[in-house]
């Protein structure tokens, strides 16, 4: 689901993984987001231990602007607390917050 050449998807963890949108505002996040979570829906791999029945993706995103200063660990801080609301608000969905 990621298109253009400079977009990057990398394994962060065990079951995450991360995507660096370069140039993507946090709608623009969103909607790629958005695609990726639905492609791992349609793929219909069956999982018992879900309610759903089938594996889903939960996603955190954010969406930050690089400034002088600025701490990227920042963005991957609140990325990941995005993550942990859309994981606690149910599974298979997207929450997103942005930082100035």
């Known amino acids: 689901t ?7 998807l990398a394994r962060y963890g065990g ?8 140039g993507s505002d946090l709608k ?9 979570r639905a492609a791992v829906r349609k793929l ?11 594996v889903t ?13 600025s701490d990227p660990a920042a963005l991957l801080k609140e990325t990941l607390h995005n993550l942990i609301l ?4 149910g599974r298979n969905r997207i929450s997103q917050g942005a930082l100035v």
């Open 2 to 8: 990621l298109t253009r050449p400079g977009d990057l």
């Open 15 to 22: 079951e995450e993984f991360a995507a660096f949108l370069p």
């Open 28 to 36: 623009g996040a969103c909607l790629v987001a958005e695609r990726m």
């Open 57 to 69: 993706a939960s996603l955190g995103v954010a969406s930050a602007l690089p400034v002088r200063g």
């Open 44 to 54: 219909g791999i069956k999982h018992t231990g879900s309610p759903l029945g089938a």
């Open 86 to 89: 859309a994981k606690e608000g």
